[in-house]
């Protein structure tokens, strides 16, 4: 009877738990925790994301993917492209109070491009010559050559320098001060982010007052917790039925805003020879992994940019399916027996079906494949990072941007840089420089269109497949607009009404 007694009571007391939710809250599931929100210090496409609704840059990107002023409300371009005036809004406040100002942004220059500040993202503000103060609202930016991302690069999140150095200390992160529509009041490592809105944001004030990041990488335990009203948005796997959902649960779903690849780590001899990695390219069979691992909802996967943006090569045409010409371009390169590992984040299920696809496809020809699985933080940081692997299945983010210097340019292959895979080439440096040096958008376009077409005839990585982005959120949530650059875009403006 006791026994009996105590599982009532505990149901009880989940019942009242989930009765008594804040109705000015909404709680958004992630896949995974981000490591740092500093925006100095941002690996990966969650803490992109969640560092966004705390920190702005002088500019932010629009649904169409062009730059927009954010804490800038103006800018001009002078000297052929060697200068930037930016005209800074004068209505920003920092979380704590303090009034935003030019000085900030030079701070954060300088904290950026210092050599005692370990950043990931070093580079990309471009050949930067000097910044000069003109008055508390006015930045002048003086580039010693033409930048074509000079605009787009100011997107990164500008930093408080009244707050000093303590903005370095990975503390900040626990209790940051930015300018965003929303403050961090909690962080339970492993568990959740608790944000409230920011009262003196300077566009219209969040509607909804809090939000909630909770952290859940299995997928099934996502869905229940939607299916019991204990999370209001999450993205859901095609595999996952969601019949049950649609009674309290809309879907939003937009183009692609991420690849899916095979990547190799071209600091192994293995990997080197472009044969090799094209011929194994031949042997996956990609239509058919969609069909399997997406029930068909992707696409091919022909490089590292969307479809249907200016910088896009559309003459691109796949590898076929062929794996009498894989076996023979291995033969030829007298690499008949190869045995390499995949690893992989097993907390991404759909990752984990496209490595046993692959491991089959070749095991068919006679490559031997073994799966090693990590949590997405030792992966990140302790296996790519170190360059600690042979070959890895990872989803990456479009950066709808088309200068990819930072994840193709062979100088940011070192330890810490997000060239992971190592990749190498003489004539693809040459472009991503050029490319970075020009201002003319049709010149621009040229060169970007070659960087695709031999990123993907090298097989830098093996482009793999395309994945729309699809979520779900309660209907009582309304002015959600799906856009490709996540599925916290625009939460700020997002309201409740039953």
């Given at each position: 009877?006791?026994?009996?007694?105590?599982v009532?009571?505990?149901?009880?007391?989940?019942?009242?738990?989930?009765?008594?939710?804040?109705?000015?809250?909404?709680?958004?599931?992630?896949?995974?925790?981000?490591?740092?929100?500093?925006?100095?210090?941002?690996?990966d496409?969650?803490?992109h994301?969640?560092?966004?609704l705390?920190?702005?840059?002088?500019?932010?990107?629009?649904?169409s993917?062009?730059?927009k002023?954010?804490?800038?409300?103006?800018?001009s371009?002078?000297?052929g492209?060697?200068?930037?005036?930016?005209?800074?809004?004068e209505?920003?406040y920092?979380?704590?109070g303090?009034?935003?100002?030019?000085?900030?942004?030079?701070?954060?220059?300088?904290?950026?491009?210092?050599?005692?500040?370990p950043s990931p993202?070093?580079g990309v503000?471009?050949p930067?010559?000097?910044?000069?103060?003109?008055?508390?609202y006015?930045?002048?930016?003086?580039y010693t050559?033409?930048?074509?991302s000079?605009?787009?690069s100011?997107?990164?999140?500008?930093?408080p320098?009244?707050?000093?150095?303590?903005?370095?200390d990975?503390?900040?992160?626990i209790?940051?001060?930015?300018?965003?529509?929303?403050?961090?009041?909690?962080?339970q490592?492993?568990?959740?982010i608790?944000?409230?809105?920011?009262?003196?944001?300077?566009?219209?004030?969040?509607?909804?007052?809090?939000i909630?990041l909770?952290?859940?990488p299995d997928?099934?335990?996502?869905?229940?917790?939607?299916?019991?009203?204990?999370?209001?948005?999450?993205?859901?796997?095609?595999?996952?039925?969601?019949?049950?959902l649609?009674?309290?649960f809309?879907?939003?779903?937009?183009d692609?805003?991420r690849y899916?690849?095979?990547?190799?780590?071209?600091l192994?001899p293995l990997?080197q020879?472009?044969k090799?990695?094209?011929?194994?390219?031949?042997?996956?069979?990609?239509?058919e992994?969609?069909k399997?691992?997406?029930?068909?909802?992707?696409?091919?996967?022909?490089?590292?940019?969307?479809?249907?943006v200016?910088?896009?090569?559309?003459?691109?045409?796949?590898y076929?399916y062929?794996?009498?010409?894989?076996?023979?371009?291995?033969?030829e390169?007298?690499?008949?027996?190869l045995?390499?590992?995949?690893?992989?984040?097993?907390?991404n299920?759909?990752?984990?079906?496209?490595?046993q696809?692959?491991?089959?496809?070749?095991?068919d020809?006679?490559?031997?494949?073994?799966?090693?699985?990590?949590d997405?933080?030792?992966?990140?940081?302790?296996?790519?990072?170190?360059?600690?692997?042979d070959?890895?299945?990872l989803?990456?983010?479009?950066?709808w941007?088309?200068?990819?210097?930072?994840?193709?340019?062979?100088?940011?292959?070192?330890?810490?840089?997000w060239?992971?895979?190592?990749?190498?080439?003489?004539?693809?440096?040459?472009?991503?420089?050029?490319?970075?040096?020009?201002?003319?958008?049709?010149?621009?376009?040229?060169?970007?269109?070659?960087?695709?077409?031999?990123?993907?005839?090298?097989?830098?990585?093996?482009?793999?497949?395309?994945t729309?982005?699809?979520?779900y959120?309660?209907?009582?949530?309304k002015?959600?607009?799906?856009n490709?650059?996540?599925?916290l875009?625009?939460?700020e403006?997002?309201?409740?009404?039953?």
């Amino acid at each position: 009877m006791i026994r009996k007694f105590l599982v009532l009571l505990f149901l009880f007391i989940l019942s009242c738990g989930s009765e008594t939710r804040n109705p000015d809250e909404i709680i958004i599931a992630l896949d995974s925790e981000p490591q740092r929100i500093n925006p100095l210090f941002l690996t990966d496409l969650n803490s992109h994301m969640v560092s966004n609704l705390i920190f702005r840059g002088l500019v932010s990107i629009d649904e169409s993917g062009n730059p927009k002023p954010e804490l800038a409300k103006s800018w001009s371009i002078k000297d052929g492209g060697r200068e930037i005036i930016f005209h800074l809004r004068e209505d920003v406040y920092w979380h704590d109070g303090s009034k935003f100002k030019a000085q900030d942004v030079l701070f954060t220059y300088k904290l950026l491009t210092s050599q005692d500040t370990p950043s990931p993202r070093k580079g990309v503000l471009g050949p930067v010559e000097e910044i000069r103060i003109l008055d508390n609202y006015k930045i002048a930016i003086r580039y010693t050559e033409p930048y074509g991302s000079a605009i787009e690069s100011w997107r990164i999140g500008i930093l408080p320098k009244h707050l000093g150095e303590k903005v370095l200390d990975t503390s900040f992160d626990i209790n940051p001060i930015g300018t965003g529509p929303w403050r961090l009041t909690r962080w339970q490592r492993g568990h959740s982010i608790v944000f409230e809105a920011f009262d003196k944001f300077y566009y219209d004030i969040p509607k909804i007052r809090k939000i909630i990041l909770k952290f859940i990488p299995d997928q099934t335990t996502k869905y229940l917790e939607m299916k019991a009203g204990r999370v209001d948005v999450g993205e859901l796997p095609s595999y996952v039925k969601i019949y049950e959902l649609e009674e309290k649960f809309n879907q939003y779903k937009t183009d692609s805003f991420r690849y899916v690849c095979l990547g190799f780590n071209l600091l192994n001899p293995l990997f080197q020879d472009e044969k090799i990695r094209v011929a194994i390219a031949y042997l996956i069979n990609r239509n058919e992994l969609i069909k399997a691992v997406l029930n068909g909802k992707g696409n091919l996967s022909l490089g590292p940019y969307p479809r249907g943006v200016w910088y896009y090569n559309d003459r691109i045409k796949p590898y076929p399916y062929s794996p009498k010409r894989g076996k023979e371009i291995l033969k030829e390169v007298s690499a008949e027996n190869l045995n390499f590992k995949i690893f992989i984040n097993i907390e991404n299920k759909e990752l984990l079906k496209t490595a046993q696809f692959i491991q089959q496809a070749l095991k068919d020809v006679g490559v031997q494949t073994e799966i090693r699985v990590f949590d997405w933080q030792t992966l990140r940081h302790r296996i790519l990072e170190e360059k600690n692997f042979d070959a890895v299945v990872l989803s990456r983010a479009y950066l709808w941007d088309p200068d990819i210097y930072d994840l193709w340019h062979s100088s940011k292959a070192e330890r810490g840089g997000w060239n992971l895979f190592s990749f190498k080439d003489k004539e693809v440096d040459s472009l991503l420089e050029r490319g970075r040096k020009t201002v003319d958008t049709k010149v621009r376009a040229e060169i970007y269109r070659k960087v695709h077409k031999l990123l993907y005839e090298k097989q830098a990585c093996i482009f793999l497949y395309e994945t729309p982005l699809i979520f779900y959120a309660n209907k009582k949530i309304k002015g959600i607009k799906a856009n490709p650059q996540g599925m916290l875009y625009g939460v700020e403006k997002w309201f409740l009404k039953d």
